[in-house]
Antibody
Framework: EVQLVESGGGLVQPGGSLRLSCATS????????MHWARQAPGKGLEWVAN????????YYVDSVKGRFTISRDNAKKSLYLQMNSLRGEDTAVYYC??????????WGQGTLVTVSS | QSALTQPASVSGSPGQSITISCTGT?????????VSWYQQHPGKAPKLMIY???NRPSGVSNRFSGSKSGNTASLTISGLQAEDEADYYC???????????FGGGTKLTVL
């Protein structure tokens, strides 16, 4: 069974930093693109970033470019999202997502990030 | 404003069929068959229901079907059941930045 478990969310002040982690199991992590997506309270889904199997390609939504960094550790079967210079509009549930070949096949339960003073 | 346009809400009675539309452009929905649909119940993570326009993952009911015409994709749910009440989101690969876009979501109410 595919499992994706996010951690690292919490309350942070504007301008602060957080590092999200996603521990995976039940599939060959190193064979899949991986994504982060987010959902602001009461709002729709937004794709945030993705990373190729070997980490050689990374893409971001414009609103987080230069502030967020996606990374992975294939030996630890883990995905990460380093978030710096956080803003109020970054408040959301962040989901770790396994790519299924042109779709978002499996989603974690999410971790809530709240940016507020 | 979301990149893909969905109706905010749809409703139907048990046993009826409903269709949710997802309109994009030739740079996303119209340009690729990488359209997928997701179901999200309150407080839960999204679940993949349809991929590559019309394919169902294993375990998804055949009451769910997808199609595409031009720049508009559609999700049809037949034989509505109470458990289908949820939010539904479409997504597409896009030629521009960002490479992945979602619709704004549609709330399905089963009357």
């Amino acid at each position: 069974e595919v499992q994706l478990v996010e951690s690292g969310g919490g309350l942070v002040q504007p301008g602060g930093s957080l590092r999200l982690s996603c521990a995976t199991s039940g599939f060959t992590f190193s064979s899949h693109w991986m994504h982060w997506a987010r959902q602001a309270p009461g709002k729709g889904l937004e794709w945030v970033a993705n990373i190729k199997q070997d980490g050689s390609e990374k893409y971001y939504v414009d609103s987080v470019k230069g502030r967020f960094t996606i990374s992975r550790d294939n030996a630890k079967k883990s995905l990460y999202l380093q978030m710096n210079s956080l803003r109020g509009e970054d408040t959301a549930v962040y989901y770790c997502v396994r790519d299924g070949g042109w779709c978002f096949e499996n989603w974690g339960q999410g971790t809530l990030v709240t940016v507020s003073s | 404003q979301s990149a893909l346009t969905q109706p905010a809400s749809v409703s139907g009675s048990p046993g009826q069929s409903i269709t949710i539309s997802c309109t994009g452009t030739s740079s996303d929905v119209g340009g690729y068959n990488h359209v997928s649909w997701y179901q999200q119940h309150p407080g839960k993570a999204p679940k993949l229901m349809i991929y590559e326009v019309s394919n169902r993952p294993s375990g998804v009911s055949n009451r769910f079907s997808g199609s595409k015409s031009g720049n508009t994709a559609s999700l049809t749910i037949s034989g509505l059941q109470a458990e289908d009440e949820a939010d539904y989101y479409c997504s597409s690969y896009a030629r521009s930045s960002p490479p992945w876009v979602f619709g704004g979501g549609t709330k399905l109410t089963v009357l």
